[in-house]
């Protein structure tokens, strides 16, 4: 079939389009789509086309079975064509090709590879190609008036051609939403005519439960244009939406798409698994009336995919063929195994007293699993003692204390276990004002009425000092109950502490529990056989 240099169609001109640039408008674009600009755009809107206009066909058979609304859908490797931050959901290596028959000798290319790593989010690269092969070039000579055409000479055909190299990343940010970014090569010739853009679009993905998630996303924010053009890329907003039913047999997808001075665009489809392995699509589109009908089917075999679909429109037929391949183990385990390994890391630091140390560990296994409420709540805990305590090492008696406060406080089960040690050693330590300082907090945090003073004059009690004073007088106040628990306060400190287990075998002993007495005192012993009035207690006793 000839056709003519004359007779080139849109995606084949090179000046027959307007835009705006990207950049200028980059933070306009962010509070349209905060306001949904999608969906009351259109009465603004003014027809057009735009250059680009390849990135906007869609790819993947089984995106395109359902008319390409794929936006918030995509959990594939095409991901990193429709949606770089839903590169998320990629689980293993991926790679995936599709090839197009379009209208007119026209064929639509594009392949991608994925790569989930561990810890750093999933990156893509994609290659995209738009060829149309077989126009007629012609020499054209008219007379000096020009109203007459004295020759025509034929001097052969030549062929346009689109494509676009990608590189797309995507990564959660939380347990809930994810981000993505892609820059993109676009370049085009026709005949001897070349121009490329360099170009970067971002994306966000908001998972709102397991049944709907909604993405939004700006094409073009920025680009740079060189070659033989005029042409600008346009700013370009998308907005979609995917419902998953019973259990995801049933998915459905709806996208927005408004280029700046170009009318809204919107697509809609469905995917229905009716087996395990075998998939019915559909889809339509619009720019606003209805363009394209689309249908689909699926098949997946271990480790491939397969998917079809033919697309229907005013230029004829459109046949879509992919071939999915996935690669490689799960990197789930792999990824849960690299947090599990940061988090032992880190609390081998924060056990030997290198709280800061342990602080970048656990920041970088929440780095790694943003949804991870455990070491979330450890980091918020550690990061509030470092800002007082960065550090206690060594095997004395005050960084010991400490150590063992800290851990207590950061455990979070028991801040009145933490309150005592840390009031221990700055009985111990009473000039730390670091220490008092955190010991403060922790205390306001466990909602104690009375705080902990820096002492005023000299030293009468140490802290061990008080709590055996009081355990002395709830023996003598008959409040037994009370004075176990003030002798365990020791305990918890000093787990040798010989008056302290004198006085809580005594407190068993007056409840009428002999047995336990007597357990607690041979204890006694054991620390000290020379302990003559816990001796004198067994005898009563036997």
Request: glycine content about 8%.
């Amino acid at each position: 079939m000839k056709r003519f240099i004359y007779k080139s169609r849109g995606f084949a001109s090179l000046d027959n389009y307007n835009g705006i640039s990207g950049f200028n408008h980059f933070m306009r674009g962010l509070y349209f789509l905060a306001g949904f600009f999608f969906l009351v755009s259109s009465c603004f809107a003014q027809s057009g086309g735009s250059a680009g206009q390849l990135m906007s066909y869609g790819v993947g058979a089984r995106a395109m079975g359902m008319g390409g609304a794929f936006f918030a859908v995509a959990d594939d490797s095409t991901a990193a064509y429709w949606n770089p931050a839903a590169l998320v959901f990629l689980k293993r290596k991926e790679f995936s090709t599709m090839q197009s028959s379009m209208f007119a000798d026209t064929s639509l290319s594009f392949f991608t590879y994925a790569h989930p790593t561990t810890t750093k989010g999933t990156i893509a690269i994609s290659m995209t190609q738009l060829k149309s092969v077989g126009f007629e070039k012609v020499s054209i000579e008219a007379n000096p008036g020009g109203d007459e055409i004295v020759s025509i000479k034929k001097l052969g055909s030549f062929d346009s051609s689109e494509s676009v190299m990608a590189l797309s990343w995507g990564r959660n940010v939380s347990d809930t939403l994810a981000f993505g970014f892609m820059v993109k090569n676009f370049t085009r010739s026709l005949d001897t005519s070349v121009d490329s853009f360099k170009v970067i679009d971002i994306a966000m993905l908001q998972r709102f439960s397991r049944t709907y998630r909604m993405a939004i996303g700006v094409q073009n924010v920025f680009s740079m244009k060189s070659g033989d053009t005029d042409d600008q890329l346009p700013l370009t907003f998308k907005f979609g939406q995917a419902l998953s039913l019973f259990k995801g047999s049933l998915v459905f997808g709806l996208d927005f798409t408004k280029p700046q001075q170009a009318d809204m665009g919107w697509r809609f489809g469905g995917e229905y698994w009716l087996l395990s392995w075998a998939a019915l699509r559909f889809g339509v589109m619009g720019s606003p009336a209805i363009q394209e009908a689309d249908l689909g089917v699926g098949i997946r075999y271990g480790s491939l995919s397969f998917d079809l679909a033919q697309g229907i429109h005013a230029l004829g037929t459109a046949t879509r063929f992919s071939l999915t391949m996935r690669m490689g183990q799960s990197n789930r385990a792999k990824h849960d195994r690299e947090v599990r390994i940061l988090v032992r890391q880190a609390m081998a630091y924060f056990k030997a007293g290198y709280f800061s140390k342990a602080v970048a560990k656990l920041k970088a296994a929440l780095d790694a699993a943003p949804g991870n409420a455990q070491v979330k709540r450890m980091l918020y805990r550690l990061e509030a003692a470092v800002e007082y305590v960065p550090g206690a090492t060594g095997g004395e008696e005050v960084p010991t204390l400490v150590r063992r406060g800290v851990v207590s406080y950061v455990d979070g089960k028991n801040l009145r276990n933490a309150i005592n040690i840390l009031r221990h050693a700055f009985n111990k330590d009473p000039r730390n004002d670091n220490l008092l300082s955190l010991l403060n907090m922790i205390e306001k945090e466990g909602r104690i009425s009375e705080l902990t003073k820096k002492p005023e004059g000299p030293q009468i009690f140490t802290y061990i000092d008080q709590k055996t004073y009081d355990s002395r007088q709830a023996i003598y106040e008959g409040k037994y109950d009370l004075a176990m628990k003030r002798s365990q306060d020791i305990l918890d400190l000093e787990p040798n502490n010989e008056t302290a287990l004198e006085i809580m075998g005594s407190a068993f002993y007056l409840m009428d529990q002999p047995e336990k007495a007597r357990v607690i005192w041979e204890r006694v012993l054991d620390i000290n056989p020379n302990n003559k009035m816990v001796r004198k207690f067994l005898k009563q006793v036997k």
